[in-house]
Structure formats: structure tokens, C-alpha cells
């Protein structure tokens, strides 16, 4: 394996960024993979995110299997699994970012411009073959909805794994609430890799040098130098200001793999789903799997999968991919065991739209008593049960829940859980994305965007517009159409579900103290997506009491995916 550190890529303002890139030492033209992004890297996995990585190479031996490792970073593919298959790798460092300089402002649309520039860059090279994949997790899979819309002319295959598409709903603010997830994750992992760090910041295990460049700048001049990402989120409620940080899904034409996760409530999980539906691709497939947010894009099913794909659209190999159905999931059991199972489309075909009456005390599909159930937005909120499961019940694909709500206040947050308990009565909790004590799904509203947007909104995916504001009048009865994210369980006779509305976050009791070292807060439910900003929820707007108003012309409902055991 060749390895080139630091190659200068030079875009149209005259910034130069920086490329490590990894390449057969064959003298042959191959085709090239590439992620763009702000971690640094020459930060080291293990260096940089310790508690991730030591979970994933004690659980999953065949992560760090067959590599040194000392070339595996974050969320990025490891080098000697590739390069040896007939890839060449570029890791670019995205502007203001590790050993690139210039103005530090992720998710822009100057640095998707770079992106699309990098891209063509790597296409003109001698050792490549003209084609580029994009690959990379998360951060390096969100920027690809984006960069693909430009259409890039190298670019022939992306394969997004856990990255959200729509930044403002799935990144910045659940059902128009602030999330406090991004600001952390700057403060966190973006600027400890800031360009201009140098001695200040880490080193490179495999190299020795500054992993930020080599000139050490003041903490003004760092400040100076970089866009003020949670003031940007703070002081914009509306989807408006994010325009150029939202991808153009109907513009992505390029064959396409999206890789989700079910336990990926709060981050990537509904994009990942949106983009394959949306995306104006023909050749797209869907993936979606279990367990922690980085693990499955390293392991040999991972690996295999991602090469099949790109085997296929890269080198041209007739290795049946075209023959792979649309849908690949793991379904999740309560146990703690998945089934691989193949479909043709989303939301499942044969899937049986199932409404529950929210009652005085109970969910079921049977009229409901007029009624209403309030709650205090400082507390623990209220539920409501379905009856034991008469069989084995199977739950997958989007969730939706109508509600009629009424607030002391001038606007109010929902905060919707759709929980499990066993025939003991016991929560049975599932491995998240982040959070090894998630919920089987989550939604969130704000009361004052509850506008929908008809063109996208379905009657199992309500699809809000968030442009403006509607007008809450206290005591008065609005109609509240919450997206819960989709999901999957399959539920034992006996089991039970419960549907909890809260005026704040979810938090599992009976959680021990679990962190993770990238993660200011402990995980209890919520993982790293809270909505506690008091900028964004004022104590004098979000208190009180809401109060959920049932049957009659208040029928308030959730519905549920309901798999067959048998379709036709």
C-alpha cells in the first residue's frame, strides 16, 4: 500500500485542503473512495473517541480483524481492508478542519462545494480509473445527500451510512425543538480538531505530527476563524436559514446504498430512510440494521455489503448486485436477536395501518370515551396501554400519532415514546444508535409548528413545513399530527405496548450512569439528543399544563405498521 500524506488539493478561491490518500502500489488506475470531514484525520479512533472504540474491538472482533489498525479513524473506511480489494482511499480534511486551512463552517454550501471539487480532483488523478465512491459515516455520510445534488462528473456511486438528509428536521430541531445534540458535538469533536491548533491539539498515532497543522493560533484567533454554529441554531427557529444546509433529494440521480439503523432516533435514521425514498436515483437500495452508531459500517457483514456495491458501480463486476432487493433489514426481536429479511419498497407492502383510540386509560382500536387527560410540562407525563398482545405481533415501518391538545400556555412541546413492557410489567429497552436504554421510537412536535406540508405529508408520515409560526391560544383545542420515527419490534403474545406523552425529554429510570467520551450527558433514554436549551424553551412560554382531549370529534389516535405474518 502507498501511502501519500498531506496531498494538496487547491479549490477555486486559492485554499489548498489537505488529502492523506492510500492507493495500490501497482502502477494501475483504480477507483477511488472519498470522505470529506471535520474529525481530523490523523486523529486516531482509538485516540480520539476511546470509549467507542474499545466497546466495538472487545464486542466485534472482526472490526479490528485482519488490520493493524493503525490507520483506522473515525467513522471513515480502514485502509488495509480496501486498498488490497483494488481501491484507492482519499481522506480529505474539510476546510478550517485538521491540516486544512480557511474558515471552519460545517455543513455549508462552501464546503460542499469543496466536496464537489475534491471529487472532480480525484477523477483527474494517474492513478485512478475516472469513477468515485463516496463512503464514510454520519458526518461524511450527511454531506454526500448534498454533494451528489451538485453532480459532481466522476462521482458514480454513494453509499451513506447512518447520515441524515434533511438537517434541519433530523439534525437541528425535532418537530421545530431546539436539539441540543449539534451544539455539543461542535464544542466536542469538531473544534478540539480545529485547523490552527497545533501544538495545542492532539498528535497523529501513525505519523507523530499535529493532527491541526503545524502553526499554533491564539483562542480569539480560533474564534475568529470559524463560523458560531450554536448561535446560528439558537437564534433560527424556521427552516428558512437552513436552506443551503438542506440537501435537494429530487437533484440525486447517482446509484445510491443507504445504510440506516433503527435504534438512530434523533439523528439519522429518518434520513436515511427519506433519501432512498426521495432520491431521483433508479438504481437504490436500503439497508437498515441494529446496535451502536459506528459498529456495523466495520464489520465483515458491513464491509461485504458496501463492497458488493461498489464492486459493482467502480469496477463494473458482475457480481449479481443488480439482482439484490431494494430492502435489506435486520427486524428486531425483543430478545436481543435480529432477522435479515429482504423487501421491495417502503413502507412494506401488505402492511396493515393500524389506529389505537387513546382512552381514559387505555389504547385500543375501539371508540374512545369523551374525555380529556392533562398532564404538568415539568412532569413525568401520562400513558396509555394496549391489552396483552394476542399473538406474535410484528411492528415495522413509520409511525404517526393524531393528537388534540390544549395548553395553559402559549405553545407547548410533545414528546411521544413508544415503549414495551413484557407480561411482568417490565420496560424491555432496546440498543440505540447512541443510547443502550432507547425506547422502541420517538417523536417530537412544538405546538406552534404544527403546519403540515401537503405536498410530502402521508397518512403514516405527517411532514411539517416549520416557515412560520401558527398562533396558540391558551385553552383552545388544536389538531397535533406527530411523526413518530420508524421503527421495528416484534412483539410475543403477552407483551404489551404503552404510548407516552411528556412536556420534555424521556428519561429511563431505571438506567445505570453510561457515557461515552464524545457525549457530555449520561445516556438514560434520550442519548445525546436532549431539548433543554432555555433559549429555546423559556420557562415562562413552556409550562403549565397540556391537555390531551379524546373521542368524539377529538379522536385522537396512534397509528401503527402492522406486519402480517402472512402477505400477499
Same mark, same amino acid.
Given at each position: 500500500?502507498?501511502?501519500?500524506?498531506?496531498?494538496?488539493?487547491?479549490?477555486?478561491?486559492?485554499?489548498?485542503?489537505?488529502?492523506?490518500?492510500?492507493?495500490?502500489?501497482?502502477?494501475?488506475?483504480?477507483?477511488?473512495?472519498?470522505?470529506?470531514?471535520?474529525?481530523?484525520?490523523? /486523529?486516531?479512533?482509538?485516540?480520539?473517541?476511546?470509549?467507542?472504540?474499545?466497546?466495538?474491538?472487545?464486542?466485534? /472482533?472482526?472490526?479490528?480483524?485482519?488490520?493493524?489498525?493503525?490507520?483506522?479513524?473515525?467513522?471513515?473506511?480502514?485502509?488495509?481492508?480496501?486498498?488490497?480489494?483494488?481501491?484507492?482511499?482519499?481522506?480529505?480534511?474539510?476546510?478550517?478542519?485538521?491540516?486544512?486551512?480557511?474558515?471552519?463552517?460545517? #455543513?455549508?454550501?462552501?464546503?460542499?462545494?469543496? #466536496?464537489?471539487?475534491?471529487?472532480?480532483?480525484?477523477?483527474?488523478?494517474?492513478?485512478?480509473?475516472?469513477?468515485?465512491?463516496?463512503?464514510?459515516?454520519?458526518?461524511?455520510?450527511?454531506?454526500?445527500?448534498?454533494?451528489?445534488?451538485?453532480?459532481?462528473?466522476? /462521482?458514480?456511486?454513494?453509499?451513506?451510512?447512518?447520515?441524515?438528509?434533511?438537517?434541519?428536521?433530523?439534525?437541528?430541531?425535532?418537530?421545530?425543538?431546539?436539539?441540543?445534540?449539534?451544539?455539543?458535538?461542535?464544542?466536542?469533536?469538531?473544534?478540539?480538531?480545529?485547523?490552527?491548533?497545533?501544538?495545542?491539539?492532539?498528535?497523529?498515532?501513525?505519523?507523530?505530527?499535529?493532527?491541526?497543522?503545524?502553526?499554533?493560533?491564539?483562542?480569539?484567533?480560533?474564534?475568529?476563524?470559524?463560523? &458560531?454554529?450554536?448561535?446560528?441554531?439558537?437564534?433560527?427557529?424556521?427552516? &428558512?436559514?437552513?436552506?443551503?444546509?438542506?440537501?435537494?433529494?429530487?437533484?440525486?440521480?447517482?446509484?445510491?446504498?443507504?445504510?440506516?439503523?433503527?435504534?438512530?432516533?434523533?439523528?439519522?435514521?429518518?434520513?436515511?430512510?427519506?433519501?432512498?425514498?426521495?432520491?431521483?436515483?433508479?438504481?437504490?437500495?436500503?439497508?437498515?440494521?441494529?446496535?451502536?452508531?459506528?459498529?456495523?459500517?466495520?464489520?465483515?457483514?458491513?464491509?461485504?455489503?458496501?463492497?458488493?456495491?461498489?464492486?459493482?458501480?467502480?469496477?463494473?463486476?458482475?457480481?449479481?448486485?443488480?439482482?439484490?432487493?431494494?430492502?435489506?433489514?435486520?427486524?428486531?426481536?425483543?430478545?436481543?436477536?435480529?432477522?435479515?429479511?429482504?423487501?421491495?419498497?417502503?413502507?412494506?407492502?401488505?402492511?396493515?395501518?393500524?389506529?389505537?383510540?387513546?382512552?381514559?386509560?387505555?389504547?385500543?382500536?375501539?371508540?374512545?370515551?369523551?374525555?380529556?387527560?392533562?398532564?404538568?410540562?415539568?412532569?413525568?407525563?401520562?400513558?396509555?396501554?394496549?391489552?396483552?398482545?394476542?399473538?406474535?405481533?410484528?411492528?415495522?415501518?413509520?409511525?404517526?400519532?393524531?393528537?388534540?391538545?390544549?395548553?395553559?400556555?402559549?405553545?407547548?412541546?410533545? #414528546?411521544?415514546?413508544?415503549?414495551?413492557?413484557?407480561?411482568?410489567?417490565?420496560?424491555?429497552?432496546?440498543?440505540?444508535?447512541? &443510547?443502550?436504554?432507547?425506547?422502541?421510537?420517538?417523536?417530537?412536535?412544538?405546538?406552534?409548528?404544527?403546519?403540515?406540508?401537503?405536498?410530502?405529508?402521508?397518512?403514516?408520515?405527517?411532514?411539517?413545513?416549520?416557515?412560520?409560526?401558527?398562533?396558540?391560544?391558551?385553552?383552545?383545542?388544536?389538531?397535533?399530527?406527530?411523526?413518530?420515527?420508524?421503527?421495528?419490534?416484534?412483539?410475543?403474545?403477552?407483551?404489551?405496548?404503552?404510548?407516552? /406523552?411528556?412536556?420534555?425529554?424521556?428519561?429511563? &429510570?431505571?438506567?445505570?450512569?453510561?457515557?461515552?467520551?464524545?457525549?457530555?450527558?449520561?445516556?438514560?433514554?434520550?442519548?445525546?439528543?436532549?431539548?433543554?436549551?432555555?433559549?429555546?424553551?423559556?420557562?415562562?412560554?413552556?409550562?403549565?399544563?397540556?391537555?390531551?382531549?379524546?373521542?368524539?370529534?377529538?379522536?385522537?389516535?396512534?397509528?401503527?405498521?402492522?406486519?402480517?405474518?402472512?402477505?400477499?
Amino acid at each position: 500500500m502507498l501511502v501519500e500524506r498531506d496531498v494538496p488539493i487547491e479549490m477555486d478561491d486559492g485554499i489548498v485542503l489537505r488529502a492523506d490518500v492510500f492507493r495500490p502500489n501497482d502502477g494501475l488506475a483504480h477507483p477511488t473512495l472519498m470522505t470529506y470531514g471535520p474529525y481530523g484525520k490523523g /486523529l486516531a479512533f482509538a485516540d480520539g473517541y476511546p470509549t467507542a472504540w474499545r466497546k466495538m474491538a472487545e464486542e466485534h /472482533l472482526d472490526t479490528v480483524t485482519g488490520s493493524t489498525n493503525v490507520h483506522q479513524c473515525w467513522e471513515v473506511a480502514d485502509p488495509e481492508k480496501w486498498v488490497p480489494h483494488g481501491y484507492a482511499l482519499v481522506r480529505v480534511d474539510s476546510r478550517g478542519a485538521g491540516r486544512s486551512p480557511g474558515f471552519l463552517d460545517p #455543513f455549508s454550501a462552501r464546503e460542499t462545494e469543496d #466536496f464537489r471539487e475534491c471529487i472532480e480532483w480525484a477523477g483527474r488523478q494517474a492513478w485512478s480509473n475516472g469513477k468515485v465512491g463516496l463512503s464514510g459515516i454520519s458526518y461524511y455520510g450527511m454531506n454526500q445527500w448534498r454533494v451528489a445534488a451538485l453532480k459532481p462528473g466522476p /462521482l458514480a456511486a454513494i453509499c451513506v451510512w447512518e447520515g441524515a438528509s434533511d438537517f434541519y428536521r433530523e439534525g437541528a430541531r425535532h418537530g421545530g425543538i431546539l436539539s441540543t445534540m449539534l451544539l455539543n458535538w461542535y464544542e466536542m469533536q469538531v473544534l478540539p480538531v480545529q485547523h490552527g491548533r497545533g501544538e495545542a491539539g492532539p498528535r497523529s498515532a501513525a505519523t507523530g505530527e499535529l493532527v491541526c497543522g503545524d502553526q499554533t493560533l491564539s483562542e480569539s484567533e480560533l474564534a475568529a476563524n470559524r463560523a &458560531d454554529l450554536p448561535r446560528f441554531h439558537r437564534d433560527n427557529e424556521f427552516v &428558512d436559514a437552513y436552506r443551503e444546509r438542506q440537501a435537494d433529494l429530487s437533484q440525486v440521480d447517482v446509484p445510491l446504498l443507504s445504510a440506516g439503523n433503527w435504534g438512530g432516533q434523533g439523528l439519522h435514521l429518518r434520513g436515511n430512510i427519506e433519501g432512498f425514498c426521495r432520491a431521483s436515483s433508479t438504481q437504490k437500495w436500503l439497508e437498515i440494521h441494529d446496535g451502536e452508531h459506528w459498529v456495523e459500517f466495520y464489520t465483515d457483514y458491513g464491509v461485504d455489503l458496501q463492497r458488493r456495491f461498489f464492486d459493482h458501480f467502480l469496477k463494473g463486476a458482475d457480481n449479481r448486485w443488480g439482482e439484490q432487493p431494494r430492502i435489506q433489514m435486520k427486524v428486531r426481536h425483543v430478545d436481543g436477536t435480529t432477522e435479515v429479511r429482504h423487501e421491495d419498497a417502503w413502507p412494506l407492502p401488505g402492511t396493515t395501518w393500524t389506529d389505537l383510540q387513546l382512552d381514559i386509560d387505555r389504547l385500543h382500536p375501539g371508540a374512545a370515551t369523551e374525555s380529556v387527560v392533562s398532564f404538568d410540562v415539568n412532569g413525568e407525563g401520562v400513558s396509555w396501554t394496549t391489552e396483552p398482545m394476542e399473538e406474535t405481533t410484528e411492528i415495522t415501518g413509520p409511525v404517526a400519532c393524531r393528537l388534540f391538545v390544549s395548553t395553559t400556555s402559549t405553545d407547548a412541546d410533545i #414528546f411521544a415514546v413508544l415503549r414495551a413492557f413484557d407480561p411482568a410489567g417490565n420496560e424491555q429497552v432496546f440498543q440505540g444508535a447512541i &443510547d443502550p436504554f432507547s425506547a422502541v421510537t420517538k417523536g417530537w412536535l412544538r405546538m406552534s409548528h404544527r403546519e403540515l406540508d401537503e405536498r410530502f405529508s402521508t397518512p403514516y408520515r405527517p411532514f411539517h413545513s416549520h416557515e412560520r409560526k401558527s398562533e396558540v391560544i391558551p385553552y383552545e383545542i388544536y389538531q397535533l399530527d406527530v411523526e413518530l420515527w420508524p421503527t421495528s419490534v416484534v412483539l410475543p403474545p403477552g407483551w404489551r405496548l404503552s404510548l407516552t /406523552l411528556r412536556g420534555s425529554d424521556w428519561v429511563y &429510570d431505571s438506567a445505570p450512569d453510561s457515557r461515552l467520551s464524545n457525549f457530555k450527558n449520561p445516556m438514560q433514554g434520550s442519548g445525546p439528543f436532549l431539548h433543554n436549551d432555555p433559549s429555546d424553551r423559556s420557562a415562562s412560554v413552556f409550562s403549565g399544563r397540556t391537555s390531551i382531549h379524546l373521542g368524539g370529534k377529538h379522536t385522537s389516535f396512534l397509528r401503527l405498521p402492522i406486519v402480517p405474518a402472512t402477505r400477499t
